[in-house]
């Protein structure tokens, strides 16, 4: 049967077909899928029929129902693991349905189904509470692959329920970790950084997709591995993208793979990084920065799991990935500007988590201060040297910081005041190297010497452009604060250019960056 192919009056898929594009899922066993009570919603009954055919074959236990006003008063009787309904019923409409399921039991997985699947009711079912949609006509596989993927949610979540989570708590102490134990150090006690931090904690073990926004600093990344080490998915592999360092050419293609022949220099087949993660985790980090037409094809991975590597016509593989998305920028204002698709951003959105900066956490200063500290100390230094100590003074000029690049800034002020400072002193606010105490990068200044003046015209103007593209490539990614598609905006030219001129000169944008503080 064929991807696309839609089901067949009482026709059940063949053990090819199972044992096919379905290996990519999580296996499910028997007796956890016979304990797993789906209904069944829609008032056509060949539908129906051929839905409930696949799904007991598969060994669901399934219910059936054709009528709106029958529907509702199943739903107050009988308790439901995942509740399939048509959008549009004829006696009650399936908003309606949708809205009583989740009344009577707000953890019941509801899968909305449409022959009309347009953007408007896909994105008012999913702000009304919908796990995922099904747009008529839809294959064997295709609604395989989707109850698949719901039934690993529901179970996972009655493993969070019956477990007790606590917020990690670094140890006083060194300890050996334990196979499968976070190896991720969440440090701080402020209770806004505490809620992030328990939120992600309860988030873990599930496989809902996670939105993470804050400032460039913040702790995004660290909190998607957090969430990855926490997971029942820390045995696979964690993807991490950033979305706004590539070319979007070179990230699609990094992402999807490709054939041989989709582009000049495919010699061979490739697969990409969502193949690679399949049972793992992808972490998106700069989401807002991927091109409209990436996401199209990023929504269609998250909601049918296929993957098709660029060039090619057919689906090259189905893969179960766990997604977390993250972004320096407001979500809401991106999608109201057209940068980010609502509906792939309902998708990603299924918990939101808001990294503060380090001016809301403050009491957490002297604390990362102090593992900074020991941490650079053992890099950079002789073991047995006696580390620096922070004074008062210090410490207090390190709270009274604006902290525009947040903890990834306080570390990098550490690590330079630990690499020239002598073992045992007292560290005073002068040993600080705080960046924002410099003067603002200026224009780029004269880059005309005498010197070249002496010399005929070509090499002269040749050396002149030279120095000028380096010059102005370095005030460039200075002034955007290392943000390439910032600086590829600011100068008027896509980020290919960009990277190309970078290329070019030599340069590199950690380096830049490092010598400007």
Not at 353 to 369: N, Q
Not at 429 to 436: C, G, H, S
């Amino acid at each position: 049967m064929s991807e696309s192919q839609p089901i067949p009056p009482g026709r059940r898929p063949s053990p090819a077909e199972q044992d096919g594009d379905l290996d990519a899922l999580l296996p499910i066993r028997p007796e956890d899928k016979a304990r797993l009570a789906i209904l069944i919603i829609d008032d056509e009954p060949t539908l129906r029929e051929s839905c409930a055919s696949v799904l007991r074959h598969e060994g669901y236990n399934v219910t059936l129902c054709g009528r709106g006003d029958e529907a509702l008063e199943l739903l107050q009787r009988r308790a439901f693991d995942i509740v399939l309904v048509d959008l549009y019923m004829s006696q009650v409409p399936g908003m309606e349905l949708l809205q009583m399921a989740l009344t009577v039991r707000p953890e019941t997985i509801v899968i909305v189904m449409t022959g009309n699947p347009s953007l408007a009711s896909s994105l008012e079912a999913l702000r009304a509470g919908a796990w995922d949609y099904l747009p008529k006509p839809f294959s064997a596989t295709h609604l395989q692959i989707l109850i698949g993927r719901a039934a690993h949610a529901v179970l996972v979540g009655r493993e969070t329920a019956e477990a007790r989570h606590q917020a990690f708590q670094p140890p006083a102490q060194p300890k050996r970790r334990a196979p499968g134990e976070s190896t991720i150090q969440v440090i701080g006690n402020s209770p806004a950084f505490r809620r992030a931090i328990e939120l992600a904690t309860r988030v873990a073990p599930t496989d809902a997709s996670v939105f993470i926004t804050g400032e460039s600093g913040t702790g995004k990344e660290m909190i998607a591995q957090y969430i990855h080490q926490n997971s029942r998915r820390r045995t696979r592999p964690m993807i991490a993208i950033n979305c706004a360092a590539l070319p979007e050419t070179l990230l699609e293609s990094e992402m999807f793979g490709h054939v041989k022949g989709a582009f000049t220099g495919a010699v061979r087949d490739k697969s990409g990084l969502l193949e690679t993660a399949n049972g793992g985790t992808m972490f998106l980090d700069e989401l807002t920065e991927m091109s409209q037409a990436i996401q199209a094809k990023l929504l269609r991975v998250i909601q049918d799991g296929v993957v098709r590597r660029l060039g090619s016509s057919t689906v090259d593989a189905v893969v179960n990935i766990r997604f977390i998305a993250a972004t320096n920028r407001d979500p809401q204002e991106a999608t109201e500007a057209g940068i980010l698709r609502e509906d792939l951003y309902y998708r990603l959105r299924v918990v939101p988590i808001r990294m503060p900066p380090l001016r809301e956490r403050v009491e957490d200063i002297p604390l990362l201060a102090e593992h900074f500290l020991a941490h650079y100390w053992a890099r950079h230094r002789e073991p047995d040297l006696p580390m620096p100590r922070f004074s008062r003074e210090a410490i207090r000029a390190l709270q009274a910081r604006p902290w525009r690049g947040n903890v990834r800034e306080l570390q990098n002020v550490i690590e330079h005041a630990v690499v020239l400072l002598d073992p045992g002193a007292e560290i005073k606010p002068e040993d600080l190297a705080f960046l924002d105490d410099e003067a603002p990068p200026t224009r780029p200044s004269s880059i005309i010497s005498p010197e070249i003046m002496e010399q005929s015209y070509h090499p002269a103007r040749e050396r002149v452009l030279a120095d000028f593209e380096r010059e102005y490539l370095t005030w460039l990614v200075t002034r955007s604060g290392g943000n390439m598609s910032r600086a590829a905006r600011m100068a008027g030219v896509d980020r290919t250019t960009l990277y190309r001129l970078m290329e070019k000169h030599g340069l590199q944008r950690g380096t830049i960056l490092t010598s400007r503080q």
